[in-house]
């Protein structure tokens, strides 16, 4: 089934460590996205990519950091996790940028920061 | 200042009965798009309806239905004969046109919280 993965689905993390959220796309969508759900405040941009090749910051980009080396893959690390980052942490895809494309999401990756 | 507000944290509405979640946002593009996505207990995002700034009609996917208010700047959602699994989250979004770094990206409100009573 075509999509997007996430992995892991859910992780308990002590502060200080270094974890990669693993995003990966079978669509061969040209534009990825990293977002953070908490509750109350919905979806926050973190980072994003219009290309493979390029990467952008979105809204809440500190102390995260993404690449984008090939069109299916989007790891969002983050170097020296703190307790912050506690979140739910979405990877979405669309086939291109602008106008009516539509965002395609994975499952999300549950993320405790202790 | 928030460029989507959703002023209802929490709506009730009977089985079979429409309802309409509300939504405002703010742009100062002639050029946008307003995109309402579910958010089930499960997790998944999942899209269900696109309006551009452009379109004279307002949009409609089987029950779901946007009424597109552009001088009110207001895109609420409407649901006809509502379904127990219409028990979600409800996100609206807006992407603007491009303008330089982090252009073309979603811009999501807080949510409203649907809960469809039998």
Redesign the interface.
């Known amino acids: 089934i075509a999509g997007i993965t996430q992995a892991p689905t859910s992780q308990i993390l002590a502060a200080g460590r270094r974890m990669t959220l693993r995003c990966t796309q079978d669509m061969r969508h040209n534009?990825m996205?990293w977002?953070r759900q908490d509750l109350?405040?919905?979806?926050?941009?973190i980072h994003?990519s219009?290309t493979a090749g390029t990467t952008?910051?979105?809204?809440v980009p500190d102390g995260y950091s993404v690449s984008r080396a090939n069109t299916d893959d989007f790891p969002l690390t983050l170097a020296s996790a703190v307790p912050s980052q506690t979140s739910?942490y979405?990877c979405?895809s669309s086939r291109a940028?602008?106008?009516?494309n539509?965002?395609?999401?994975g499952?999300?990756s549950r993320l405790t920061v202790l | 200042a928030q460029k989507i507000t959703q002023t209802q944290p929490g709506m009730f509405v009977q089985e079979k009965e429409a309802v309409t979640l509300d939504c405002t946002y703010d742009t100062s593009d002639q050029s946008y798009g307003l995109f309402w996505y579910k958010q089930p207990s499960s997790g998944e995002m999942i899209f269900l309806i696109y309006q551009g700034s452009y379109d004279e009609q307002n949009a409609t996917e089987g029950r779901y239905s946007l009424n597109f208010q552009k001088a009110r700047k207001s895109a609420n959602l409407v649901i006809s004969a509502s379904q127990l699994g219409d028990s979600a989250m409800y996100f609206c979004a807006m992407r603007e046109a491009y303008s330089g770094a982090g252009s073309y990206q979603l811009t999501f409100g807080k949510g409203t919280k649907l809960s469809v009573i039998p």
Do not use: Q
Not at chain 1, 56 to 59: C, D, F, N, R, V
Not at chain 1, 97 to 100: K, L, N, R, V
Not at chain 1, 102 to 105: P, Q
């Open positions: 534009a996205y977002y109350g405040l919905g979806l926050r941009l994003y219009n952008g910051k979105g809204e739910v979405f979405a940028t602008g106008g009516a539509v965002l395609t999401f499952a999300g």
